[in-house]
């Protein structure tokens, strides 16, 4: 039961190429700093990225970008990083662009087996070019299909050793349906404690949903745009 593995490289070292990953995180907030570093360092290639945005053009999941590992990226927001602009508008990479809460309903829709479900948002638009569409309660919806992926990276606060999470404030945002709607779920933890040190009540993913742990380490918790008030004169 003990998930602990020794390192980030370990831990992501039979990861293949061409795989579907899902990386938690918004913006640069939770992000899984070491693992992303792992999976650069390591070199692999025609990754499909599930994530909220693909990071800055320097940090978080634009270093993947940068090094030409990512074929496609699913995700809601795409501004702040300008390589993601360069390789799409050059035909490099291959964008699916969702609605926030679409995004983060067809990953929960994947971790809860669920077929599909019919939204209103974006009905009637691009967005819904391609898909079902119905009348329900006298409102056009679309019908949206769930994601799921072979690997997930997340951050998490607390870990114990059998990997029950807990994640801190708003780091957590996609990460608990990621956990859910992957095959291997890989968590670097910034605590690990052993079973029994977690307050049952305050756990947001239990174990079962996690396959690795490592500790997290030298983390830089970026900032995308560093706004302070003005000092009183």
């Known amino acids: 039961m003990n998930k602990v593995y020794a390192s980030a490289d370990e831990a992501v070292a039979d990861i293949p ?45 634009g ?3 940068q090094n030409k590992q990512v074929k496609k990226m699913v995700a809601s927001y795409v501004g702040e990083n300008k390589e993601f602009e360069r390789q799409f508008l050059s035909g490099e990479l291959e964008v699916e662009l969702n609605p926030q809460g679409t995004l983060a309903e067809r990953i929960r ?18 967005v ?47 990460t608990p349906m990621m956990c ?15 079973p029994g040190e977690l307050d049952p009540d305050l756990v947001h993913i239990p174990s079962i949903f996690v396959h690795r742990i490592v500790q997290a ?6 900032i995308e745009r560093r706004t302070v008030r ?3 004169s």
């Not at 006298?138 to 799921?148: I, M, N, Y």
């Open 217 to 222: 380490q030298n983390l830089q918790k970026w």
């Open 17 to 61: 190429d061409n795989i579907t990953l899902m990386s938690g995180g918004f913006g640069l907030c939770g992000n899984p700093e070491n693992l992303i570093t792992a999976l650069h360092k390591k070199n692999v290639k025609g990754l499909t990225i599930i994530s909220n945005n693909c990071g800055t053009t320097e940090l978080g999941l």
């Open 128 to 174: 819904a070019e391609g898909k079902e569409s119905r009348m329900i309660d006298g409102r056009l919806h679309v019908l949206e299909t769930p994601l799921k992926a072979d690997f997930a990276i997340v951050h998490a606060w607390k870990a114990d050793t059998w990997g029950n999470l807990v994640f801190h404030k708003t780091a957590r945002n996609f």
């Open 180 to 194: 859910m709607a992957a095959k291997v779920t890989i968590v670097e933890a910034e605590h690990i404690v052993q």
């Open 63 to 65: 270093i993947l970008l």
């Open 109 to 126: 829709a994947g971790g809860c087996g669920i077929g599909g479900f019919f939204t209103p948002t974006g009905a009637g638009t691009q």
């Open 230 to 232: 003005k000092k009183a």
